[in-house]
Nanobody, 123 residues
Framework: VQLQAYGGGLVQAGGSLRLSCAAS????????MGWFRQAPGKEREFVAT????????IYEDSVKGRFAISRDNAEGTVYLQMNSLKPEDTAVYYC?????????????????WGQGTQVTVSS
């Protein structure tokens, strides 16, 4: 397994969760990392991305100010801190790794994908 996402669960609206994604060193140390999500009946969508050293981040508009992506290169882990969660945040969340040091919001820029972790926000 090259990417392992975990930390999902059931939370009430307004609550917080922290997702983690552990990656093998081979595909992590110099690679851009992203989080995507897919709600039932919908296409997978971009959530956030971070460049290889954590210096640049981009967020999807609906999560700006509520979610924060970060990484620990020594641990080979990328995080997604999710605050002020809303029912519309309910989805399976996937982490992804790019072959490049930086990638944007397109899922086609990412070559490696984790198995996903379910986040459910109740109203």
């Amino acid at each position: 397994v090259q990417l392992q996402a975990y930390g999902g669960g059931l939370v009430q609206a307004g609550g917080s969760l922290r997702l983690s994604c552990a990656a093998s060193r081979r595909i992590f140390s110099n690679n851009g990392m992203g989080w995507f999500r897919q709600a039932p009946g919908k296409e997978r969508e971009f959530v956030a991305t971070i460049n290889w050293n954590g210096g640049t981040t981009i967020y999807e508009d609906s999560v700006k100010g509520r979610f924060a992506i970060s990484r620990d290169n020594a641990e080979g882990t990328v995080y997604l801190q999710m605050n002020s969660l809303k029912p519309e945040d309910t989805a399976v969340y996937y982490c992804a790794a790019s072959r490049r040091s930086w990638s944007g919001s397109s899922q086609y820029d990412y070559s490696y994908w984790g198995q996903g972790t379910q986040v459910t926000v109740s109203s």
